[in-house]
């Protein structure tokens, strides 16, 4: 079983910054993609961050210069720091890992639970 697990969610004004991790862990053969989508109310989920691999990284529009995405391979951890939040960030953030289990041919997307954050005015 593979499971990926958010911590770091809450509560903060605007202006104010929070640092979002998720471990994958479980039986995992290889991770391909690594990154962060955001859903909030009445909107569809949204790609905020993701990190391949090779290390190269992209952004929503919206978060570029104010979020960071970091990934630790050897923990099979992937972050998200926060920083100059708004109002409009408020969401739940789901973690998601492209990744592809002993024996399996193909890489599969996997979801973690979700972890609220919201902004304050």
């Known amino acids: 079983q593979v499971q990926l697990v958010e911590s770091g969610g809450g509560l903060v004004q605007a202006g104010g910054s929070l640092r979002l991790s998720c471990a994958a862990s479980?039986?995992?053969?290889?991770?391909?993609?690594m990154g962060w989508y955001r859903q909030a109310p009445g909107k569809q989920r949204e790609l905020v961050a993701a990190v391949i691999s090779g290390g190269s990284t992209n952004y929503a529009d919206s978060v570029k210069g104010r979020f960071t995405i970091a990934r630790d391979n050897a923990k099979n951890m992937v972050y998200l720091q926060m920083n100059s939040l708004k109002p409009e960030d408020t969401a739940v953030y789901y973690c998601y890992a492209k990744l592809k289990r002993p024996g399996e041919f193909l890489y599969i997307d996997y979801w973690g639970q979700g972890t609220q954050v919201t902004v304050s005015s």
């Open positions: 479980g039986r995992i053969f290889s991770i391909n993609n």
